[in-house]
């Protein structure tokens, strides 16, 4: 990759560079509302990174070359969600539709790196502000658009959409359901009156909040049944007993009556597993970055 011999403080010297071209591209696109080049200087820092771990791999460090992969590898994590918890923040503040609808952030002074947590008044605020963006936004802070989509390409076009809803719900449902199991009822009762404060006082300026409100409100209750009969009522198949996601899937399944397969109910011959699955693989996904908000929201009075 270069003749001189690499050295673990030069690489980081290289990647805060890359990092205040991407700060200098969210600042712009504060302003001006384009993100292409915070996607473009993001792309670089990814490239930059990954060109970083092949010479690690071609032997071209001069130290130890296990030690310092370690280290950039948890710098890049660190960098990650930095630049994710930026950006949300950056786009909730700034874009009029989303803003008028989540109102998130506090009148508080901005001098700290939001990396930690934008300027919440408390826990439950950052959170419930978090759930509802995962609504309003191809970007979600638990799981993407695109992520979306590559968990629910086995289902054909008319179904795909309904079961990326369906993935939308269980993402932050269980942002909610893991925020109870860390703070306690209380403290997921405050994210919901949060949630729901900031969509009914923005109805006048976003109708559609009503209806948000009110899908949550249904989808969360049956979710929380859903929970509660699973745990005393286990299903197996041969022998093997299905994961709380199964039962998800049947609950949308049925309870949805959108979809192509709901005049199937209760027998979707099979689709019910593939529906699991495609949960299954959220809850994966989302599981880290929900461990990494509830810290962010652990910083903050309840």
């Not at 449902?173 to 923005?202: I, P, T």
């Amino acid at each position: 990759m270069t003749s001189e011999p690499l050295t673990l403080a030069s690489l980081v010297e290289r990647r805060k560079k890359l990092m205040s071209f991407w700060e200098e591209a969210l600042e712009s696109a504060k302003n001006c509302g384009n993100w292409d080049d915070v996607y473009a200087c993001g792309r670089i820092i990814d490239e930059f990174h990954n060109r970083i771990v092949d010479a690690f791999r071609e032997g071209d460090f001069s130290g130890d070359t296990p030690t310092a992969m370690k280290v950039w590898d948890d710098i890049h994590r660190s960098e990650l969600e930095y630049r994710r918890l930026a950006e949300l923040e950056a786009r909730v503040v700034t874009s009029p539709a989303r803003s008028s609808v989540l109102s998130v952030c506090s009148d508080a002074p901005r001098d700290r790196a939001c990396s930690q947590s934008p300027a919440f008044h408390s826990g439950p605020e950052l959170v419930g502000s978090i759930l509802l963006f995962q609504f309003l936004s191809d970007e979600g802070p638990l799981v993407s658009s695109d992520e979306l989509k590559r968990f629910s390409v086995p289902f054909d076009v008319a179904m795909r959409t309904c079961v990326q809803s369906w993935q939308q719900l269980f993402a932050a449902w269980l942002l909610k359901l893991l925020a109870d199991a860390k703070f306690g009822q209380e403290f997921g009762r405050r994210v919901m009156a949060s949630a729901y404060g900031r969509l009914a006082s923005n109805e006048d300026r976003a109708p559609e909040g009503a209806g948000l409100a009110s899908s949550i409100k249904y989808w969360f209750n049956e979710m929380d049944n859903a929970s509660q009969y699973a745990a005393k009522n286990p299903v197996r198949v041969e022998e093997q007993l299905l994961p709380i996601s199964w039962h998800f899937a049947m609950l949308f399944l049925i309870r949805d009556t959108g979809h192509p397969l709901a005049q199937r109910a209760p027998n979707f011959d099979g689709v019910d597993l593939d529906v699991m699955k495609a949960l299954a693989q959220v809850q994966d996904a989302v599981k880290p970055r929900i461990d990494a908000i509830l810290e962010d929201a652990d910083r903050l009075p309840r």
